[in-house]
């Protein structure tokens, strides 16, 4: 069982930025991928960045691309999303996910954190 606990949302100005982390409770964190999805309000939730097990392979959605780091701290059992440039349209819920084979439906998730992101 893996559990995963979220930090870091909340308000901020647009053009500001916040960083997400997300700790796991799970000793093999080496063996999962990992990835970060949101949920704007009224929409459906929607990748955002994925990191590889060893962190040498990042994936990013378009409208992210250039403005959000994802990375990883396998000592800390922790994966951060450094979100830069904000925008109004970024405000969501953030959660955190991982899998051992596959981002396609990750099978852990965590409870979420709210982003903010004021015009």
């Known amino acids: 069982q893996v559990q995963l606990v979220e930090s870091g949302g909340g308000l901020v100005q647009a053009g500001g930025s916040l960083r997400l982390s997300c700790a796991a409770s799970?000793?093999?964190?080496?063996?999962?991928?990992l990835a970060w999805f949101r949920r704007a309000p009224g929409k459906e939730r929607e990748f955002v960045a994925s990191?590889?097990?060893?962190?040498?392979?990042?994936n990013y959605a378009d409208s992210v691309e250039g403005r959000f780091t994802i990375s990883r701290d396998d000592a800390k059992r922790t994966v951060y999303l450094q979100m830069n440039s904000l925008k109004p349209e970024d405000t969501a819920v953030y959660y955190c996910?991982?899998?051992?084979?596959?981002?396609?439906?990750?099978?852990?998730w965590g409870q979420g954190t709210q982003v903010t992101v004021s015009s």
């Open positions: 996910a991982a899998d051992p084979i596959s981002m396609s439906t990750p099978h852990y």
């Open positions: 799970v000793r093999t964190f080496t063996f999962y991928l």
């Open positions: 990191i590889s097990r060893n962190g040498g392979v990042t």
